[in-house]
């Protein structure tokens, strides 16, 4: 029988598989899956794990985005026996991340690993229009990351799913707000808080500060201000310590 999928589901699946760009990567948390995007209607199974439930997570996921058109590839999967831990699991996890970033680079062949990554925020590029297999439309906001280039005059625009993949949570879960960085709390850093007389900001759609968007993946979140010119004095003092002395 064929799974019915939600309207609301649906119109996430679209707006996630549209907002990857072409040859990005998706690990879909929980599911021993790894996807690429391959072009504007195929998405490719590159991965799983060797598990009743891996393939069970993947039939699901096939069958959502078939339901809005989009075509699954997963012929040729490379598979993988199941981690034996908790901690196997996120070593092999941590692995596969770091041979994906790697190989990414910019426009001069400069490994974007290599960029000011610390540098980056996240930039608005506006809305479209999705239709939808009933017919409807629905409005989705189009964002990406902004990296600023060693090489090249213009900064280079990551799509955020691939940012986060390439830099980790810690820089991908923050904004930029005039003169501040809002930089999303951990739950040891909001507990901390509590024993301060500092207090944080609630972040929404949009920013308490400015009034302007906040990317969505921000929403929700309780952030700490940060300047920007604490930003930009620790990217410079670790560029200038890379090729220096290592004794103390």
């Known amino acids: 029988m064929t799974e019915e999928y939600e309207p609301e589901l649906k119109v996430w ?132 990351v902004s990296v600023p280039s060693i090489d090249t005059e213009s900064p280079v625009i990551m799509n955020p799913d691939d940012f986060n993949l390439l830099a980790g949570d810690s820089l991908f879960m923050r904004y930029k707000a005039d003169d501040n960085y809002m930089v999303a709390m951990t739950r040891q850093q909001m507990f901390d808080l509590t024993k301060t007389d500092k207090l944080g900001v609630l972040v929404g759609s949009e920013c308490p500060d400015t009034g302007e968007k906040v990317p969505p993946w921000m929403w929700g979140t309780y952030c700490m201000r940060v300047p920007v010119e604490d930003i930009v004095i620790k990217s410079l003092s670790e560029e200038g310590g890379e090729g220096g002395d290592e004794e103390e």
């Not at 195929?42 to 891996?54: A, G, N």
């Not at 297999?133 to 906001?141: A, K």
């Open 13 to 144: 699946a679209l707006e996630h598989f549209n907002q990857m760009a072409v040859k990005a990567v998706w690990r879909p948390e929980g599911t021993g899956c790894r996807y690429r995007k391959v072009d504007d209607q195929t998405l490719e199974l590159e991965h799983r794990v060797d598990h009743p439930d891996s393939i069970n997570h993947h039939e699901r996921i096939a069958g959502l985005f078939a339901a809005v058109n989009i075509e699954m590839v997963d012929d040729k999967p490379m598979i993988t026996s199941a981690a034996l831990s908790a901690e196997e699991a996120f070593m092999q996890e941590m692995q596969e991340r770091q041979a994906v970033a790697a190989s990414w680079t910019n426009e001069a062949g400069v490994p974007l690993a290599s960029l000011p990554l610390e540098l980056s925020e996240p930039v608005y590029l506006g809305e479209r229009e999705v239709l939808l297999d009933n017919g409807e439309t629905h409005t989705v906001e189009d964002w990406g």
